[in-house]
């Protein structure tokens, strides 16, 4: 059972539906739940209806439009409650969430907002609890829900609270509280991430217990920590005879001492979750290391690291928090209580508080969703989330996406979990499937919130104004990018990769999260956006162009990767697309991106777009046009010039405006029903395929730009720690000193991967060697033994990537060394004082 539809009708901002239906002017879906009578018996007034993806929904809107309002409608209809507060409190559906311009308002306090769900893709068991309440209601209503869509509205009238409605033709069926508290318990489970819930970084094991529901024994004690800041905060109260401020921090210590439900964990709180849904910690092993004593120390601490290795096979941390792959989250315990830690991959150990409040948010959001994961397995569930984006950076949000995209997939849940969530965040909308998106935007006067049926998504445009923020295609906002010539070729791409992406497919295109296509405009531009994102004092972004196959895209080419004096791209970074889809079996010539397109989808859209844009031509010319359309001569320059060439062979070349956007929606209108209605249609399949290859080869460069890039920036980075070490220590050196720089290019070099294998090994012998000086005593180096480690790093500050190891160890030019020598002092190869600006070029890249 899936939700598929909110119905709202006088709640909270909702009044009542003023912008009609999508099928209005068709043959109209019935709607009987618009005829529910008010306390009244007033007339028929429109629901709001807002449709609900299988997966994931997202609802944007501008603030008070009302987005909140519709997740909290979602969780009352099937719990009878909204969304939590901080305090795990939920306002019942109550008269009280009445709309101010509600047309049931008036003077006595008896009138009641409509709320309801449509289900969809019910089981026969599930129809089975449906019939069962509806056969014992009314022995009629037999067969209303045999087969179809379910939908419950909340109405209270007299002893009916709600209606359910299977067959729309039947009437509905009157649900006393009873009889919905039955259907209820077979209704999707509701579970909440809550975006106000940071992580605790301190857990006392006492209130660890309680929440367990075991009695913490005489052996546990509080943190001292919390004890000192308690004392400290008491005594100078005594002694200022000042007052208690119950927000500030001192007080919210003493009060975990003082207060015991203060200090308290609920058993449904994040930290519990944790250990005991995540990892599945017992309350006995919690007993047993609360009741050590400091004599088994060596007990606890390999209990510890047991919980340390589940929370690192359990969670996969770096998987998702994208800004360090070696990032780790562990615990210690220390006098009565558990730490949070966090570690980077400098191997540095940090507390939540010398780290940012994002990252204990995004852990506390990553935490939630996975025990919702585990408690939703097998059975089906609905997610809801209001507003994740307020304490996350943009990088966090794109992480959150993927822990998102993580409740839904077939691994975690087959089909069974949906999640909607709110935001105000362009970086929580997941560029790849636009049709997630839910548009609510507030109003004038009565009209209230109103869903946006048809916001346009693909092109975001009220979406745009609605975030209050610019949500167009901006250049290079990404850290990888595909430059292409137009603002067709941009529209095209993206919007083929969304007519065929799915969560199950997407890593067969282009993921749009994580690759920016922009477009320069014209041709001629693109030159101007390459130097306008290349600043001197940082790294230029991952660029990677794609030109026309034409003579003005190999002229742009040549200008690119062979301008002079230095190129702005290398030659394997600008890509045509013709040569992509070289050798193409179909025999379409490729010139620019419209040849993606097969010419029978091409041409039908053509003649679309001339029979809405051009009627009275249309009228005219339709015989002769669809004669040209129907058996199209190919040309040697592509089909947009095949286009023109056909419109003037029907005399009309001179009265229509070939607008190649315009026919680019029409082809992606024209795609999208070929997928619906025919999906295994040939020419669909044909440019499936072709899309696949194109996006294949663009993000191999892609990919391979950015390793390109890190890269550069890796080299530069130990070009520059070298550098400064050679500065500090310029005739002598502390084996300290030496072990902590080797450890940490080594680290620097282990984001490479494969590419820094070589430098790797080098960099891990000369670490056992210094390693081996100071296990032998031995704590400064000088004289000639220095010169050769001076010898050592200045060839490593000069070609860094470039070094191999040889058999005897790592490989440094014999006339290097005498000159490494002289240059203890100063003079060197490498000028002492200068430092490294920008990194040269190595051989082999």
Same mark, same amino acid.
């Given at each position: 059972? @899936?939700?598929?539809?909110?119905?709202?009708?006088?709640?909270?901002?909702?009044?009542?539906?003023?912008?009609?239906?999508?099928?209005?002017?068709?043959?109209?879906?019935?709607?009987?739940?618009?005829?529910?009578?008010?306390?009244?018996?007033?007339?028929?007034?429109?629901?709001?209806?807002?449709?609900?993806?299988?997966?994931?929904?997202?609802?944007?809107?501008?603030?008070?439009?009302?987005?909140?309002?519709?997740?909290?409608?979602?969780? @009352?209809?099937?719990?009878?409650?909204?969304?939590?507060?901080?305090?795990?409190?939920?306002?019942?559906?109550?008269?009280?969430?009445?709309?101010?311009?509600?047309?049931?308002?008036?003077?006595?306090?008896?009138?009641?907002?409509?709320?309801?769900?449509?289900?969809?893709?019910?089981?026969?068991?599930?129809?089975?609890?449906?019939?069962?309440?509806?056969?014992?209601?009314? &022995?009629?209503?037999?067969?209303?829900?045999?087969?179809?869509?379910?939908?419950?509205?909340?109405?209270?009238?007299?002893?009916?609270?709600?209606?359910?409605?299977?067959?729309?033709?039947?009437?509905?069926?009157?649900?006393?509280?009873?009889?919905?508290?039955?259907?209820?318990?077979?209704?999707?489970?509701?579970?909440?991430?809550?975006?106000?819930?940071?992580?605790?970084?301190?857990?006392?094991?006492?209130?660890?217990?309680?929440?367990?529901?075991? !009695?913490?024994?005489?052996?546990?004690?509080?943190?001292?920590?919390?004890?000192?800041?308690?004392?400290?905060?008491?005594?100078?109260?005594?002694?200022?005879?000042?007052?208690?401020?119950?927000?500030?921090?001192?007080?919210?210590?003493?009060?975990?001492?003082?207060? &015991?439900?203060?200090?308290?964990?609920?058993?449904?709180?994040?930290?519990?979750?944790?250990?005991?849904?995540?990892?599945?910690?017992?309350?006995?092993?919690?007993?047993?290391?609360?009741?050590?004593?400091?004599?088994?120390?060596?007990?606890?601490?390999?209990?510890?690291?047991?919980?340390?290795?589940?929370?690192?096979?359990?969670?996969?941390?770096?998987?998702?928090?994208?800004?360090?792959?070696?990032?780790? $989250?562990?615990?210690?315990?220390?006098?009565?209580?558990?730490?949070?830690?966090?570690?980077?991959?400098?191997?540095?150990?940090?507390?939540?508080?010398?780290?940012?409040?994002?990252?204990?948010?995004?852990?506390?959001?990553?935490?939630?969703?996975?025990?919702?994961?585990?408690?939703?397995?097998?059975?089906?569930?609905?997610?809801?989330?209001?507003?994740?984006?307020?304490?996350?950076? /943009?990088?966090?949000?794109?992480? $959150?996406?993927?822990?998102?995209?993580?409740?839904?997939?077939?691994?975690?849940?087959?089909?069974?979990?949906?999640?909607?969530?709110?935001?105000?965040?362009?970086?929580?909308?997941?560029?790849?499937?636009?049709?997630?998106?839910? /548009?609510?935007?507030?109003?004038?006067?009565?009209?209230?919130?109103?869903?946006?049926?048809?916001?346009?998504?693909?092109?975001?445009?009220?979406?745009?104004?609605?975030?209050?923020?610019?949500?167009?295609?901006?250049?290079?906002?990404?850290?990888?990018?595909?430059?292409?010539?137009?603002?067709?070729?941009?529209?095209?791409?993206?919007?083929?990769?969304?007519?065929?992406?799915?969560?199950?497919?997407?890593?067969?295109?282009?993921?749009?999260?994580?690759?920016?296509?922009?477009?320069?405009?014209?041709?001629?531009?693109?030159?101007?956006?390459?130097?306008?994102?290349?600043?001197?004092?940082?790294?230029?972004?991952?660029?990677?162009?794609?030109?026309?196959?034409?003579?003005?895209?190999?002229?742009?080419?040549?200008?690119?990767?062979?301008?002079?004096?230095? &190129?702005?791209?290398?030659?394997?970074?600008?890509?045509?697309?013709?040569?992509? /889809?070289?050798?193409?079996?179909?025999?379409?010539?490729?010139?620019?991106?419209?040849?993606?397109?097969?010419?029978?989808?091409?041409?039908?859209?053509?003649?679309?777009?001339?029979?809405?844009?051009?009627?009275?031509?249309?009228? !005219?010319?339709?015989?002769?046009?669809?004669?040209?359309?129907?058996?199209?001569?190919? !040309?040697?320059?592509?089909?947009?010039?095949?286009?023109?060439?056909?419109?003037?062979?029907?005399?009309?070349?001179?009265?229509?405006?070939?607008? @190649?956007?315009?026919?680019?929606?029409?082809?992606?209108?024209?795609?999208?029903?070929?997928?619906?209605?025919?999906?295994?249609?040939?020419?669909?399949?044909?440019?499936?395929?072709?899309?696949?290859?194109?996006?294949?080869?663009?993000?191999?460069?892609?990919? @391979?730009?950015?390793?390109?890039?890190?890269?550069?920036?890796?080299?530069?980075?130990?070009?520059?720690?070298?550098?400064?070490?050679?500065?500090?220590?310029?005739?002598?050196?502390?084996?300290?000193?030496?072990?902590?720089?080797?450890?940490?290019?080594?680290?620097?070099?282990?984001?490479?991967?494969?590419?820094?294998?070589?430098?790797?090994?080098? /960099?891990?012998?000369? $670490?056992?060697?210094?390693?081996?000086?100071?296990?032998?005593?031995?704590?400064?180096?000088?004289?000639?033994?220095?010169?050769?480690?001076?010898?050592?790093?200045?060839?490593?500050?000069?070609?860094? $990537?470039?070094?191999?190891?040889?058999?005897?160890? &790592?490989?440094?030019?014999?006339?290097?060394?005498?000159?490494?020598?002289?240059?203890?002092?100063?003079?060197?190869?490498?000028?002492?004082?200068?430092?490294?600006? !920008?990194?040269?070029?190595?051989?082999?890249?």
């Amino acid at each position: 059972m @899936k939700v598929s539809k909110v119905l709202l009708r006088w709640y909270k901002s909702f009044n009542v539906n003023t912008m009609g239906y999508d099928d209005r002017g068709k043959e109209d879906q019935p709607r009987p739940w618009n005829t529910l009578p008010g306390p009244h018996g007033e007339a028929s007034y429109p629901f709001i209806e807002i449709p609900l993806e299988r997966d994931v929904t997202t609802i944007v809107g501008a603030n008070e439009s009302g987005k909140s309002h519709l997740i909290s409608a979602i969780s @009352k209809v099937i719990t009878g409650c909204g969304i939590p507060d901080d305090r795990d409190r939920s306002a019942a559906f109550d008269r009280m969430d009445l709309c101010h311009f509600a047309s049931q308002r008036s003077r006595n306090a008896d009138r009641w907002p409509n709320i309801g769900l449509q289900f969809t893709d019910l089981t026969p068991i599930e129809r089975g609890h449906f019939s069962t309440l509806a056969e014992s209601v009314s &022995p009629a209503a037999k067969g209303t829900f045999a087969e179809g869509d379910v939908t419950l509205v909340l109405a209270r009238v007299e002893s009916t609270v709600a209606y359910a409605f299977g067959d729309l033709q039947a009437e509905p069926i009157p649900l006393n509280q009873d009889q919905l508290d039955e259907i209820r318990k077979h209704l999707p489970t509701v579970l909440f991430i809550k975006s106000d819930v940071g992580l605790r970084d301190e857990i006392p094991l006492a209130s660890l217990l309680e929440a367990y529901g075991v !009695t913490a024994g005489s052996n546990t004690v509080f943190s001292p920590r919390a004890a000192q800041h308690a004392a400290r905060y008491l005594l100078n109260l005594a002694n200022s005879s000042g007052t208690i401020d119950p927000k500030s921090t001192e007080w919210r210590e003493a009060a975990r001492l003082l207060l &015991p439900d203060e200090a308290t964990l609920g058993p449904d709180s994040l930290e519990v979750k944790l250990f005991r849904e995540i990892l599945g910690i017992t309350a006995d092993t919690l007993e047993c290391v609360a009741r050590a004593s400091d004599s088994n120390r060596s007990y606890v601490d390999n209990i510890v690291a047991d919980w340390n290795r589940a929370i690192d096979e359990t969670l996969t941390l770096s998987r998702y928090w994208q800004q360090d792959d070696a990032f780790a $989250l562990e615990l210690d315990y220390k006098q009565g209580a558990l730490y949070l830690e966090v570690r980077d991959r400098t191997g540095a150990v940090y507390t939540f508080g010398e780290r940012s409040s994002g990252l204990r948010y995004f852990l506390s959001y990553y935490l939630q969703a996975k025990a919702l994961a585990m408690a939703a397995r097998d059975k089906h569930a609905i997610i809801l989330m209001d507003e994740p984006d307020s304490y996350l950076s /943009l990088l966090g949000q794109r992480n $959150l996406l993927a822990v998102f995209e993580s409740l839904v997939s077939a691994e975690t849940s087959p089909g069974m979990t949906q999640l909607v969530y709110t935001t105000h965040s362009p970086f929580l909308i997941n560029r790849n499937y636009p049709r997630r998106i839910r /548009l609510v935007r507030k109003g004038y006067a009565d009209e209230g919130t109103q869903h946006v049926s048809k916001p346009m998504v693909r092109s975001y445009e009220p979406i745009r104004s609605a975030l209050g923020i610019d949500l167009a295609q901006t250049l290079f906002m990404g850290a990888a990018n595909v430059l292409l010539e137009g603002v067709v070729d941009q529209y095209l791409l993206s919007e083929l990769v969304r007519l065929f992406a799915t969560p199950d497919t997407i890593h067969e295109l282009l993921d749009l999260n994580t690759i920016v296509l922009s477009a320069a405009g014209k041709a001629s531009a693109i030159e101007q956006v390459l130097k306008a994102s290349r600043w001197p004092d940082e790294p230029s972004p991952a660029t990677v162009v794609l030109v026309d196959s034409d003579q003005a895209g190999a002229a742009l080419r040549e200008r690119i990767a062979q301008g002079q004096p230095k &190129p702005l791209l290398e030659d394997e970074f600008v890509l045509d697309i013709g040569a992509l /889809l070289g050798g193409d079996p179909s025999r379409q010539t490729i010139v620019t991106i419209e040849d993606l397109i097969p010419v029978p989808i091409y041409a039908d859209a053509l003649l679309g777009f001339i029979q809405q844009w051009y009627p009275a031509v249309w009228a !005219t010319h339709e015989g002769s046009l669809r004669k040209a359309c129907k058996a199209p001569a190919q !040309t040697q320059n592509g089909i947009v010039a095949w286009a023109k060439e056909m419109l003037a062979s029907c005399g009309i070349a001179e009265t229509i405006a070939l607008d @190649k956007l315009g026919i680019a929606r029409t082809v992606v209108a024209r795609a999208t029903t070929l997928r619906d209605q025919h999906p295994d249609a040939v020419d669909l399949v044909e440019l499936k395929r072709r899309l696949q290859v194109v996006c294949q080869r663009v993000g191999e460069v892609v990919d @391979k730009a950015q390793r390109t890039l890190k890269r550069q920036t890796v080299r530069q980075m130990l070009q520059r720690a070298v550098w400064e070490f050679r500065q500090r220590f310029r005739t002598a050196g502390s084996t300290f000193d030496l072990e902590a720089l080797m450890r940490r290019l080594r680290s620097e070099v282990e984001t490479l991967g494969t590419d820094g294998e070589q430098l790797h090994q080098v /960099l891990n012998r000369r $670490l056992n060697e210094v390693q081996g000086l100071r296990s032998a005593g031995i704590a400064l180096i000088g004289g000639a033994d220095w010169a050769q480690w001076t010898a050592f790093l200045q060839e490593l500050e000069r070609s860094p $990537l470039a070094m191999t190891v040889a058999d005897n160890g &790592p490989s440094v030019e014999p006339s290097t060394a005498p000159e490494a020598a002289s240059g203890v002092n100063g003079g060197s190869s490498l000028e002492a004082d200068t430092p490294p600006e !920008t990194a040269s070029a190595e051989p082999g890249e």
